[in-house]
C-alpha cells in the first residue's frame, strides 16, 4: 500500500476509493467514471492519472494510458483537454509525447498573437472555459513538460491576466476562488510575485461547516472552491484556520462507491471530485 495511501486512509474508506478508480479503467487505456459507459474520455482519464499519482501507486497498463492520451491531442480537441493529456503524458514519464504535438495548442493558444484559447470549448468549471482559465491549464501543462515560454510571451500573459484583477483576488464581476487561484498560479509560474490575496481566508468556513466558499461570507461550501483555496492557502504559504473541520467536510463527501461528490447534500461520484477531495485531505493532514 502506497505511504500516502496510507495517511490518507486513516479519514475515509481507502479499499472501496481504489475499487472505484480501477473499475473504471478500459481496454484502450482510458477511464470513465460511469463505469458501465464504454465512453473513455481525457477529463477522466487525466484525473486517474493525477490520483494514482497523488497516492504513489502504479499506475496499471501505463502504456496504453500513454497512448489513449496521445490520441485524444487534436486539432479539433479543446485547449483545455489538451493541456490535461499534456500533463498526463508528463506524470507517466512521456513529456517527449506531448513536446511532439506542441503545434496544435499555438493554433490555439498564442499570445504574441493575442490568441488565449481560439474556440475555447469545455470548461472545467463554467461549462465554457473562459480564457483564464485556458491561460492556467496551458501554463500548468507547459511547465509539466518542461516548455518555457519567451520573456515576450510571458509579459503578454501576465497583461492579460492582469485584466481579471478584481478587488482582492480576481474574476469577471468580483473576485472568486477558482479564478484567483489561477490567475495566481499562472503569475507565479511565469515568475512574476504577486501580492498575497486575502480571499481565500475570507472564504474559510470553521464551526459547523468546514470547506471554503467561491465568494466571501456565503454558504453552503463545495469542493471545488475547497480545492481551490487548498491549493490557494499552499501557494501563499498559509496555513488553513480549521483543517479537522475541514478533513471533517470532506469525509463527509464520499459516497458509497467509493468516489466523491461536490457537496453535503446528494450528490454523484465523479473522478474530478474524487482527486480534489483526496488533494484536501493530502494537504489539511499536514497540520493536524
Not at 22 to 29: A, P
Not at 75 to 92: K, N, R, S
Not at 115 to 120: E, I, P, R, T, Y
Request: charge should be negative; charged fraction near 25%; glycine fraction near 10%.
Amino acid at each position: 500500500m502506497g505511504s500516502k495511501l496510507y495517511e490518507i486512509g486513516r479519514f475515509i474508506n481507502a479499499d472501496s476509493l481504489i475499487r472505484y478508480i480501477e473499475e473504471r479503467r478500459h481496454e484502450d487505456g482510458g477511464y470513465c467514471f460511469v463505469s458501465v459507459l464504454n465512453d473513455t474520455n481525457v477529463n477522466d482519464t487525466y484525473y486517474a492519472v493525477k490520483i494514482y499519482d497523488l497516492l504513489g501507486l502504479e499506475i496499471p497498463e501505463r502504456e496504453k494510458t500513454i497512448e489513449f492520451l496521445e490520441k485524444a491531442i487534436q486539432p479539433q480537441t479543446a485547449v483545455v483537454a489538451i493541456a490535461m493529456a499534456f500533463e498526463g503524458l508528463a506524470i507517466l514519464g512521456a513529456e517527449d509525447v506531448a513536446m511532439e504535438h506542441l503545434d496544435i495548442v499555438f493554433t490555439k493558444y498564442s499570445p504574441l498573437e493575442g490568441k488565449f484559447a481560439v474556440g475555447l470549448g469545455g470548461s472545467e468549471e463554467f461549462g465554457t472555459a473562459t480564457p483564464l482559465e485556458a491561460t492556467y491549464w496551458v501554463v500548468k501543462a507547459f511547465k509539466a513538460i518542461g516548455y518555457e515560454f519567451s520573456t515576450d510571451e510571458k509579459e503578454a500573459m501576465r497583461a492579460f491576466v492582469m485584466k481579471f484583477r478584481n478587488g482582492n483576488g480576481y474574476g469577471v464581476k468580483g473576485p472568486t476562488t477558482t479564478m484567483t487561484y489561477q490567475a495566481l498560479y499562472t503569475l507565479r509560474t511565469l515568475g512574476y510575485r504577486p501580492p498575497r490575496s486575502p480571499h481565500f481566508r475570507n472564504c474559510e468556513l470553521c464551526g459547523d461547516w468546514g470547506g471554503f466558499t467561491e465568494v466571501p461570507y456565503s454558504l453552503p461550501p463545495y469542493l471545488e472552491p475547497t480545492f481551490y483555496a487548498a491549493r490557494g492557502l499552499e501557494l501563499q504559504g498559509e496555513a488553513p484556520s480549521c483543517p479537522r473541520r475541514h478533513v471533517w467536510f470532506i469525509r463527509q463527501l464520499q459516497n458509497p462507491n467509493g468516489g466523491f461528490r461536490r457537496s453535503l447534500e446528494l450528490g454523484i461520484s465523479n473522478f474530478q471530485n474524487t482527486y480534489r477531495a483526496l488533494a484536501v485531505l493530502d494537504f489539511m493532514e499536514r497540520f493536524l
